[in-house]
């Protein structure tokens, strides 16, 4: 515990802490002290609302909808949701982070909540259950992991290289929790694949040639 708790981190990852800091902060004040229904609809992605379009019957403040995929990165549906979506960013965020640098990583971050508002739109874009939640945006940061310190745990199957299995392997088993802690503390509500899946693609693609840009005057 001493090590999680060790100021270097901080120093050696700002961009990871920060956002985990603003995530829990926000996440927090929602849950405390605003209806969840209201919130997500306040500041949730909602498919059926791109690309401006007002919802029914609903005579409230709403975040813009080009700014939804990014503030319901700061909305969790409890606290078990948040705990692991925390736990995963910092796991991951802090180790790509170190390869990538503070700026790449947050603009892996800010690309990743994007793409999985992307990817979740793609899945049904009449929906109009919210969206919230920043496992979409972690997705992307899991993917850059798992490709940048992946090859040696992970064999190789037939063409694809092993950090390619890697990151799919661990994006399954990423997916699969968040399918558990959807149904076990919300009651079931469905968890958002695509939004997994837009950001796990994004992650896949990016982190090499991040990795290059960091490095490109070496």
Known sequence: MRAALNPMHFRDAPATYGIAILTVAVSVCA?????????????????????????????????????TPLSATLLHGGWMHLFFNMVMLVYCGREAERALGSVSIAALYVVGAYAAAAGQWAQDP???????????????LVAAYAMLYGGSRTPGVGPLPAGLIHALWLGAAWTGINLLIGFATMMGQPVAIGAHIGGFIVGLVLARPLLLWRYRKA
């Open 31 to 67: 849950i405390l002290f605003v209806a969840p229904d209201l919130a997500a609809v306040t500041g949730g992605f909602i498919p059926g609302r791109v690309p401006d379009v007002p919802i029914a019957n609903y005579a409230g403040w709403l975040v813009p909808v080009w700014l």
């Open 126 to 140: 009449a929906a109009v259950m919210p969206m919230i939640g920043a496992s979409g945006a972690i997705s992307a």
